[in-house]
């Protein structure tokens, strides 16, 4: 099973990850249609952006699936984050009030 | 997750955006990141294996907490306001560290058998060197720092990568800060809400101004010359806040939001500053060291819903520290062990994430479900309203009852000449202890201590009511507002002793 902490990145796009809840589910994190693979692996899709899957993750967001996995976006891209065929769902954050 | 991805994403997202402002010096994203990197290097090739900085802060503060993250060695901020001794001793604690000074502390740290360079020229260095990058385990630790040591020998907290952005990202969300939005912060970089600052607000978009010393009326001249929108203080820092708005008032139209904490704040300084600033939100944050900084939040809907109530139940939350934020669960346990319920007193057990419980030298404290104990006695309410009676070890034990001085501290203090207070248990034949109440009175207020014995005796039961009432004209504090409690018992149990 993936790690915490561990950082992926997407081959169709400019999209990148950290892993903060890592569950079996990850194994098979996609992005854009394709694997995501560890930042120091080379990029080697077997296709294209999947049109389909291109409706991009945002800066700075975390998504979920409904395993409890979750993942934080530290670069943006145009692809979508999905496992399998299923896209991940944008976590919805209670704002705080600013404290430090 | 490393420290250092927080600044990375930073300069991802807003790489120009204005990031620091500490009196002539302003930063932008990508400059810090340029100054962390070129710092990073400097950090290398001294071959320290540990940073420690001894200074007052402000862009020292980012500039070396990212710098040592990419050299990927731990960071440490000492108080700066020690004397040499106190110093030498922490710093005989961080084997190979490279010592960073600023100019009017490099004398006190030159003896102490490190390498030391000032402040002043780790940035031009940092400035002239090729950018160092190199990548920290994410449990690794990335700050160290003591505690104030108020109660016993200080601590090292140990902090991991991940224990600090767990915080970061499980409460602020990334450039969520309008893009006018400035913070001011006047907290001390060894202390935990120093480092919480640098790290949350560049993560959060929001612009740092810096006031490495604490002034009450260079504050107010800040907020307004920077158009401050939040802020955050200590108690003694807030009293003085008051004051001066008091004295001079002032609008301070553009500050959204005050956040206070490190220590507990009186009801009637809380109540004084919602009526002198009715459009100011105050947040009430309340954390320990051990926790990475903020584990509850009094919001400041909170505030207003209490401050307005007439069922006593909201209306007595102006005195919680609110409830916990994500990612934290609590507990509430009583001696024996067993976890207590809703309303019952006992002391504060936290879990998450973010929470270290791990000390140099010591190892950790968690229990073996992950559970910190805080030793804070602790009760939350219905709602899940944490309420924080102040540390387990000042408990008094008087008659073989135990009684948390801050029971008897949140009545003293609503009397209208009090102005200060702690209550402290000094030794004696009969009780075991007697309850002594050390009060600072307001100023031309006449205070005699048999009123405020009738005026506790009227709340508290007689057992509660202070035996004695010590007057004095100020209370020993930490710089950051921690009573230094076991010093008042110690000069008080002096003083009784001569008297007789």
């Known amino acids: ?100 | 997750m490393s420290i250092a991805l927080l600044l990375e994403m930073a300069v991802s997202g807003d790489p120009d955006r204005l990031a620091v402002i500490d009196g002539e010096s302003r930063l932008t994203t990508a400059e810090l990141s340029a100054l962390a990197s070129g710092g990073a290097a400097v950090v290398a090739d001294s071959g320290g294996q540990h940073v420690a900085y001894v200074g007052t802060g402000g862009v020292m503060l980012p500039a070396l907490i990212f710098a040592s993250a990419r050299a990927a060695v731990p960071f440490t901020p000492l108080n700066y306001r020690l004397s040499t001794e106190g110093l030498h001793q922490l710093l005989d604690r961080l084997p190979s560290a490279l010592v960073v000074a600023d100019d009017d502390y490099v004398n006190m740290v030159a003896g102490a058998g490190k390498q030391v360079v000032r402040s002043g020229e780790f940035l031009a260095a940092a400035r002239a060197a090729d950018p160092v990058e190199r990548f920290a385990d994410p449990d690794d630790v990335g700050i160290v720092l003591f505690t104030s040591g108020t109660t016993s020998r200080p601590k090292a907290v140990e902090l991991t990568h991940n224990n600090l952005t767990s915080y970061v990202t499980g409460t602020v969300e990334f450039a969520s800060a309008d893009p006018a939005d400035a913070v001011l912060v006047c907290v001390p970089p060894y202390h935990i809400a120093g480092v919480g600052a640098a790290l949350s607000n560049i993560y959060a978009g929001r612009k740092i101004v810096y006031l490495p010393r604490f002034d009450a009326r260079e504050w107010v001249r800040l907020v307004g010359d920077e158009k401050v929108t939040t802020a955050t203080v200590v108690p003694t820092m807030l009293d003085r806040i008051v004051a001066e708005l008091e004295a001079t008032p002032a609008e301070l139209p553009s500050l959204r939001n005050l956040a206070y904490g490190g220590s507990k704040v009186g009801l009637p300084l809380v109540r004084k500053t919602m009526e002198l600033l009715p459009n100011v939100g105050l947040v009430n944050a309340y954390g320990l060291t051990e926790t990475s900084s903020t584990i509850a939040v009094l919001t400041p809907d909170d505030h207003r819903a209490a401050y307005a109530a007439e069922d006593e139940l909201v209306a007595r939350r102006l005195g919680s520290v609110g409830q916990p934020v994500p990612g934290i669960e609590v507990q509430i346990r009583s001696e024996d062990g067993s976890v207590l319920g809703p309303g019952e007193t006992g002391e504060l057990h936290v879990r998450g994430p973010q929470v270290s419980g791990r000390y140099t030298e010591l190892g950790s404290v968690l229990d073996a479900e992950g559970w910190f104990p805080t030793r804070d006695v602790a009760m939350v309410d219905d709602d899940g309203y944490l309420f924080i009676g102040g540390r387990s070890d000042d408990t008094i034990i008087r008659g073989g009852e135990n009684i948390a001085p801050a029971e008897i501290e949140d009545v003293l203090i609503e009397h209208p000449a009090v102005r200060e207070v702690v209550v402290v248990g000094l030794d004696d034949p009969q009780w075991g202890q007697i309850i002594v109440a050390v009060v600072v009175p307001e100023q031309r207020s006449e205070l005699h201590a048999d009123d405020l014995q009738a005026f506790a005796h009227k709340v508290l039961r007689g057992s509660r009511t202070p035996d004695r009432i010590e007057i004095v004209d100020s209370l020993l504090t930490t710089d950051t507002g921690k009573v230094l409690r076991r010093e008042i018992i110690r000069e008080l149990s002096e003083k009784l002793r001569s008297a007789t």
Request: net charge negative; hydrophobic share 35%.
């Open chain 1, 1 to 100: 099973m993936i790690k915490n902490g561990t950082r992926l990145q997407s081959q169709v796009c400019d999209t990148q990850v950290i892993v903060v809840r890592a569950t079996d589910s990850l194994d098979d994190l996609r992005c854009g249609g394709e694997p995501m693979v560890t930042l120091d692996a080379d990029k080697t899709p077997r296709a294209d952006l999947d049109p389909a899957l291109a409706g991009g993750s945002a800066m700075g967001k975390r998504y979920v699936d409904e395993g409890g996995a979750e993942v934080l976006v530290t670069k943006a891209g145009v692809g979508t984050l999905s496992i399998g065929g299923t896209p991940l769902s944008l976590k919805e954050a209670k704002p705080l009030p600013a404290s430090d």
